[in-house]
Each structure stands twice: as C-alpha cells, then as structure tokens.
C-alpha cells in the first residue's frame, strides 16, 4: 500500500520550454502533496505544499509564476516549471500525505530528473 | 539553528553487523513526530520507521528500530544485522506539532550515506 507515482521519471527540454510533472497517490486519497527539489548530494527542499481545491503554499525564495502546482483531485498533483532554463535542471519528487493518517507521514514518489539544455 | 541535525555524512559498515545512525532534533513543541527515510541510489525516499513523541516505547519494524532518548532530543535509527541492499542515504526527519490529517510539513536533515562492505 501507499505507492505514489511520478512521470516522468527523467525528461530533458530545451531552454525556455515548459514541462509538466505529475504525481500520483495510486492506492490512497491524499489532501496534501509536498514537491521538493533536491540537488546532487543534498537534502530535500520543500517548494510548496498542495492542498486538493485550493492554491498551494509556496516555501519562500519560490516563484510561484514559474513552478505552477495544481492540485486537481484527491489523487493528482501537477507541477509544471514554466520557460525552464538551465538552472532549473534538477531531482524534482513529490510526495503525498494520507488523507486519514495520524502521523503525519508523507510516502514519495520515485522522482523526476529534469535537464534543461 | 538546525532543526535536525545528521553528524555522519558517511559511513562504512561490515555486511551482518549492525549500525547506528545518529539524528539529533531541536524544537520547542511537546508534540512532535520523528521518521526515517532511506534513498537508494534509484531516488526513491522510502519510509522506513516512526517515533511519536509521546510514544513511551521505542518503534521498531523488522530490522529498523528507533533508539528515541527525548531528554537528549535524539532519535538515532538502528539497523541490525545488516545487508548489502541497505546500502543507500538515509534522512531523518520532523513533524512539528499534532498530526492535524493533513498538510503537516516535514524537516529533514543532511542525511547520511551508509555503504555497507561485504
């Protein structure tokens, strides 16, 4: 139980393109995704925290016009990087919060790799 | 300040014994939640064990059991007999504040890379 999907997993655009990441919670509802980003020998930074309905929460330092989060059901959450340039290339994952859990917990996806060229 | 603190950016382990993974947390609320997430080289955050912190007992799951010592603020992750597949980064991680189902943020360390020698 508890999988969560993403995809793609890998894509590369060319600069000023836009790219679209799905993520999916494949056998439970989720009120809250989370997308991070992680850099090379790093450690998750959160970006924005997506509530199914609603507008998402975006961390500070974050461009809201640029990484576009839709949160459309209980299931699905979009993130598109708009006009991506080369310093967008990175490990985007997404994770999802059960909608009844107690704990908190957050099951992720296996992640995208963006490479902007 | 930190809010979780990983000491060991890296360690090597000897194939069936076990290993200690430090984690240390700092916050002022008295209900919280503690993870572990291991990444393989795939990228995948896998969960791996949860310590509530008004949890009296210490979590375990299989080989994964949590040394959680509140007054210290740590919440060192424990792995017996290790195998070659643990080989991976781990993170620990907190919740801050009651679990309210739903839209509670994790914060997570620098994680530490375990590589395990057979």
């Known amino acids: 139980g508890a999988v969560v999907s993403q995809h793609p997993s890998w894509v590369i655009c060319k600069s000023g393109t836009s790219v679209k990441i799905e993520c999916r919670s494949l056998?439970?509802?989720?009120?809250?995704m989370f997308w991070y980003r992680q850099f090379p020998k790093q450690s998750l930074m959160l970006m924005a925290t997506?509530?199914?309905?609603?507008?998402?929460?975006?961390e500070q330092g974050v461009e809201k016009d640029k990484f576009l989060i839709n949160h459309a059901s209980l299931t699905l959450s979009t993130l598109t990087v708009t006009s991506a340039h080369p310093e967008d290339s990175s490990f985007y994952i997404c994770?999802?919060?059960?909608?009844?859990?107690?704990?908190?917990?957050?099951?992720f996806g296996p992640g995208t790799r963006l490479t902007v060229t | 300040a930190q809010k979780i603190t990983q000491t060991q950016p890296g360690m090597f382990v000897q194939e069936k014994e076990a290993v200690t993974l430090d984690c240390t947390y700092d916050?002022?609320?008295?209900?919280?939640?503690l993870f572990w997430y291991k990444q393989p080289s795939s990228g995948e955050m896998i969960f791996l064990i949860y310590?509530?912190?008004?949890?009296?007992q210490n979590a375990t799951e299989g080989r994964y059991s949590l040394n959680f010592q509140k007054a210290r603020k740590s919440a060192n992750l424990v792995i017996s007999a290790s195998q070659l597949g643990d080989s991976a980064m781990y993170f620990c991680a907190m919740r801050e504040g009651v679990s309210n189902f739903g839209n509670e943020k994790l914060t997570f360390g620098t994680g530490t890379r375990l590589t395990i020698i057979p």
């Open positions: 310590q509530g912190s008004y949890d009296e």
């Open positions: 994770s999802a919060q059960p909608q009844r859990s107690g704990l908190g917990e957050q099951y």
């Open positions: 056998d439970f509802q989720a009120t809250t």
């Open positions: 997506s509530n199914e309905g609603s507008k998402a929460t975006y």
């Open positions: 916050t002022s609320d008295q209900s919280y939640g």
